[in-house]
């Protein structure tokens, strides 16, 4: 038997083509048993994420006609047959198994590197395992899989660095802050990237939050959600005294904070160090006070800069990731030596 | 000629440490981005070898090794050494190696200069067990204040990559300023009550016996370096004085020891009988 894969990703379908073959967690037995009764696969593993569907299975078809099978079988499975036909990537060995080995670490996410979707892949197999839906062939492949992925998180950088702004900010604030857990983050201006901000902040371990926002109603939604509170959004100034990380990203057409403003809010705070993230377009902070003693102010392009640069890492470790991939999949494919004993 | 004498264990580790200042200028062009354990293996080799060193040289001598320039220098960088292979078991402060590596590779080479090591006579230019006592107290504090300056080193490249907004802020392996802070301030607390206790008991030892104690250079030079880092530390304390300025502070206090402690020991009498 070979292993095969038929499906569709980010990278090759939106995401409304996506969501039509997308399989609910529930569903996944009766579909890899339907799909074995047809007698398309002797093994599968279904595995269906926000970005990707795809169908891993070992047949001993030819793989011409175990692609027609399995396309057909997702059609009729989603009803699908009166839509456009989706772009389907069909791959036999060996490159079914690279593709494998490439998602379990991550190099084929959209967040290259993440490793959100090794978790995801675990799951899948684990869903497959428990049904009896797989076998020697399909059951060494992954194996295989998750060990090469963790082989790739350790021994190359990867996974190395953040790539969202928020988590640059979170990062920014761990080399400034011994811990987390003894900082309070001020919000002001609750838009969409200091919200997921303060939820990266409040995730590693933040003491609180305050939101000021000049809608009330989000401020005290966002602070009931993150175990925060609200403050009206002109009270902002006085709250400076105990917080440590401020994020700002109001709409406002001028600085809110500049020198002048800062340096009496300063004073009361003594030499503890303050960590100024500014998100908005049109700035909101004066790049001034990045002169103040104790302050470090990051404006948006600063956290870009950071996140791009991380990016450019991981793609110049891509090709250290495909050798070792290459290796595990050839050691995979390579038959055992014979025992002349 | 006999190749196993104290001063050749010494030398090794200093080309030990020599070793780990090559390997700390690389870490450092690389950003400091590896961990450092290769640099930690290096210094705890010069560690054991200089330990053999002075155990060589206590047992010949059967006291305390302290007793002349040669000797104090090689205390001071085993009372860094020592407290640096503790404190770098935490993974996170491993870094401090990189620091420390170059400092006890420069007082090394410095201590393995000939004139600073001559033949001890009959007796030695310092003697007795409370003479002893004064001088491991008063090393061991200026091993801390040297730790204390490298921390403080490492604070003010970091403060001033997260300033400039320096890649390398994010990407190296370095503590937190704030803890860095922390670490500094600890060490030259801990230095300044070693020192204060060495100060007391050189005082209580010969200050009764010796004219001429209160009026020594070495003495006096000793009460401003005592001065010096408590007014460092009241400034911490009572006048939240930390941050940058602390950092430069402990830095240039300790650039201020090394650069006078040996002339300071020449120019006087108690210290140095030639």
């Not at chain 1, 292993?3 to 980010?10: A, E, K, M, Q």
């Not at chain 1, 009496?264 to 100024?276: H, S």
């Not at chain 2, 047992?59 to 001071?76: G, I, Y």
């Not at chain 2, 403080?152 to 390398?168: I, S, T, V």
Request: hydrophobic content about 50%; aromatic content about 10%; some cysteine.
């Amino acid at each position: 038997m070979s292993v095969v894969v038929i499906g569709l990703s980010h990278r090759t379908s939106p995401v409304a083509v996506r969501e039509r073959f997308a399989f609910a967690e529930a569903q996944i037995p009766a579909a890899l048993a339907a799909l074995r009764d047809a007698g398309v696969a002797g093994e599968a593993v279904i595995l269906s994420t926000c970005n990707r569907v795809e169908i891993y299975a070992a047949t001993a078809l030819a793989p011409a006609a175990a692609f027609a099978g399995l396309k057909q079988f997702l059609l009729a499975f989603h009803q699908a047959g009166g839509g456009p036909e989706p772009e389907l990537y069909t791959l036999a060995e060996p490159e079914s198994l690279h593709h494998l080995f490439k998602v379990a670490g991550g190099l084929d996410s959209m967040v290259l590197g993440e490793t959100e979707i090794l978790g995801q892949l675990k799951k899948a197999y684990d869903l497959a395992l428990q049904h009896r839906h797989t076998g020697a062939r399909l059951n060494k492949a992954f194996q295989r899989a998750f060990h090469t992925a963790k082989h790739i998180r350790t021994d190359t950088n990867i996974q190395r660095g953040s790539i969202s702004i928020a988590s640059v900010a979170v990062e920014l604030a761990e080399k400034i802050f011994s811990s987390l857990a003894e900082q309070e983050v001020l919000v002001i201006g609750a838009g969409d990237t200091s919200e997921k901000t303060a939820r990266a902040l409040m995730s590693r371990g933040a003491r609180g939050v305050v939101f000021a926002n000049r809608s009330p109603e989000r401020a005290q939604a966002l602070a009931a959600e993150l175990g925060g509170r609200a403050v009206p959004f002109e009270d902002w100034p006085a709250q400076f005294q105990g917080i440590d990380i401020a994020i700002s990203s109001t709409s406002a057409p001028h600085y809110l904070l500049d020198r002048r403003r800062l340096e009496p809010l300063l004073k009361p705070r003594g030499e503890k160090p303050l960590l100024l993230i500014d998100i908005a377009v049109p700035r909101d902070i004066d790049p001034e006070v990045n002169y103040l003693e104790n302050v470090y102010l990051y404006n948006v392009d600063d956290l870009q800069a950071i996140a791009e640069d991380h990016q450019k890492s991981r793609q110049a470790e891509i090709a250290r990731c495909e050798a070792i991939i290459a290796e595990k999949v050839a050691a995979l494919l390579t038959p055992p030596p014979l025992n002349h004993s | 000629m006999n190749w196993f004498t104290d001063r050749h264990f010494f030398l090794l580790a200093v080309l030990c440490y020599g070793l780990s200042t090559g390997y700390s200028v690389l870490l450092w062009r690389k950003g400091f981005r590896k961990d450092n354990r290769v640099n930690y293996l290096l210094l705890l080799a010069g560690f054991c070898l200089q330990v053999t060193a002075m155990s060589l040289r206590g047992f010949s001598l059967r006291h305390c090794p302290v007793n002349n320039l040669f000797e104090a220098t090689m205390f001071v960088g085993w009372t860094m050494v020592t407290a640096y292979l503790v404190i770098g078991l935490v993974s996170k402060l491993r870094f401090l190696g990189a620091f420390v590596s170059p400092l006890l590779f420069f007082l090394g080479i410095f201590a393995l200069m000939p004139a600073l090591d001559p033949p001890h006579g009959p007796k030695p230019e310092f003697s007795g067990a409370g003479v002893s006592l004064h001088a491991a107290f008063i090393l061991q504090a200026y091993g801390a204040f040297g730790l204390g300056a490298v921390a403080g080193l490492m604070y003010l490249l970091q403060e001033h990559d997260l300033k400039f907004h320096k890649l390398r802020a994010i990407i190296s392996v370095l503590p937190p300023i704030q803890k860095l802070e922390l670490i500094s301030m600890r060490l030259l607390r801990n230095g300044f009550l070693l020192l204060t206790v060495g100060l007391g008991i050189g005082a209580a030892v010969m200050g009764q016996h010796k004219d001429g104690y209160w009026s020594d250079v070495k003495v006096l030079w000793s009460l401003l370096v005592w001065a010096v880092y408590l007014t460092l530390l009241v400034l911490r304390w009572k006048f939240a004085r930390g941050g940058r300025r602390f950092a430069w502070g402990a830095v240039a206090a300790f650039a201020f020891v090394v650069l006078t402690f040996w002339g300071t020991n020449l120019l006087s009498p108690l210290h140095h009988q030639p």
